[in-house]
């Protein structure tokens, strides 16, 4: 009997090491320091305009001739954000601060006169990651907008 219970403790010990020692990749706040470029963006408001109608705004930034949304993430908890317009021009530059709390990144930056508090839920992909959001994107009150965001890691 005595056996029996130390041969099931040294099974229990052995998988508990070998999970433990499974790698999932870079802890995010290791994996987000870059630069990165949105792919594509897609928010849902569903009370727009006060209504209880759903408007989506959807954007594919892959699109030749389109602008680009690019951002760089610092070790030191800092970050800024612009947009690179099809001619080139760098316009709306903002600079905020970021964390992360296990798959959620949380982020706190002024925008057009607002200071802005979201966090996302991060799933690292092969060459950057997707982020979903939900939080107030059209400012009427409601915490009800849903934000899906893909991105792609870059050189600048």
Known sequence: MKTKHIITALIFGILFVACKQEKKGPL?????VGNWETTYLKIEYLTANETDSTSVFEDDF???NSGKAQSTYNSDGTFSAW???????????TNGKWKTSGDSLFVDYPYLGKQVQAWYKITQTNNGFSATSTYDWDNDGETDDTLLMRTKKIEL
């Open 83 to 93: 947009f690179v317009q099809a001619d080139g021009k760098k316009v709306g530059e």
């Open 28 to 32: 995010l706040q290791e994996y987000l």
């Open 62 to 64: 892959s699109k030749p």
